[in-house]
């Protein structure tokens, strides 16, 4: 075993404080890495504060990861020291079944094992995430990473990025194709760029006026305000597709009247209750309400490499680790363009 310093929470009510863990030798299928960046994700704050329930502390948040190989086993043929790779929402799964077997791994039928929070393959332990100085990762785990790309911007693709591109993908978003981002924070702001890298015609929904300039910025064509009733009524049935990427509690309905005949509501945000959703919304326009999760092993690699090749990231704040609480804070509170990211020297 190998000691790592970490930042844990050790409880939902204390604050993140350092800590230290151990990290396993690498295996013969194992990579070790070294941690340079680890973006903060807010479902990091859902799992440090117990929000979800199930959280076994201490807690070592982090599923943004990009770092340099320092290690690998004798198995390993991708990868060797020096070589810059990431990390992302999932480092194991049981590798047989019909989804993994389709390097779906997100939906593996037996249980994906996340990045931290998560019972291990083994049924023994429980996995600490990147808010540490190193990992140990299965090779079929760890994507290749390029050094195009600033690397702090890069860690977010990790999940934001995946998760909005995996339904960009496989809903075939084209080249002429009306969508809608509906909420630009983390996901939203890389929706936006990855959906109107692809030729779609995007307009951001926000109740808020002072996200138009940014909106256009990043490569929406249109800002719409949600809250002004009129513009409401002016956008039914305008859009092919709309990524909903609100977790806090909103009206479906409202924004699936906004969809053509056969349009796509992709569902990336997950708030807290359950909604009510009228059946003649969908049944009258041949509508499909949809759910998305991040992308498998295969698709997160071609994630990245489509990024590197459109020089697309994410718009950060970069922070040192004895910021985390506040960057908490300020993520409930919005107060983030786009995400943060953890230089994870400062840790040393």
Aim: proline residues 3%; glycine residues 8%; hydrophobic residues 35%.
């Amino acid at each position: 075993m190998k000691a790592v310093k970490a930042y844990a929470a050790q409880s939902a009510e204390s604050p993140l404080a350092p800590w230290q863990l151990d990290r396993r030798e690498p295996g013969s299928e194992d990579v070790e890495i070294e941690i340079l960046y680890c973006g903060v994700c807010h479902s990091d704050i859902h799992t440090a504060r117990n929000e979800w329930k199930g959280t076994v502390y201490p807690a070592v948040p982090g599923h943004e990861i990009v770092g340099k190989v320092t290690r690998v086993g004798d198995s390993v043929t991708r990868f060797k020291a020096g070589d810059t790779v990431g990390v992302g929402c999932f480092v194991d799964s049981c590798g047989h079944c019909s989804n993994c077997n389709d390097y779906l791994e997100q939906y593996c039928e037996n249980g994906h094992t996340q990045t931290y929070n998560s019972l291990s393959q083994d049924k023994k332990s429980i996995t600490l995430g990147g808010y540490s100085t190193h990992i140990v990762v299965r090779e079929r785990f760890v994507l290749n990473v390029s050094d195009k790309l600033p690397l702090a911007n890069v860690a977010p693709l990790l999940c934001a990025g995946i998760t909005t591109y995996s339904p960009i993908k496989h809903w075939n978003v084209k080249k002429g194709d009306k969508l809608a981002v509906l909420g630009l924070g983390g996901l939203g702001h890389m929706a936006v760029k990855i959906a109107s890298s692809m030729g779609a015609e995007v307009t951001v929904l926000s109740r808020s006026k002072s996200k138009e300039k940014d909106a256009k910025r990043l490569g929406a064509t249109h800002f719409k305000l949600t809250s002004d009733p009129e513009v409401m009524k002016s956008l039914a049935s305008s859009f092919n597709f709309i990524i909903d990427t609100v977790s806090a509690d909103h009206d479906y309905n409202e924004y699936l009247a906004l969809l053509r005949s056969n349009g796509v509501m992709i569902l990336l945000g997950a708030p807290p209750n359950p909604a009510d959703v009228s059946a003649f919304q969908l049944i009258g326009g041949r509508r499909s309400l949809v759910g998305s999760l991040v992308g498998g092993t295969k698709e997160t690699q071609e994630m990245l490499d489509y990024c590197a090749e459109h020089n697309i990231t994410s718009d950060i704040e970069l922070i040192n680790i004895d910021q985390i609480n506040e960057a908490y804070e300020r993520t409930l509170k919005g107060d983030v363009h786009y995400r943060f990211v953890i230089d994870m020297k400062s840790l040393k």
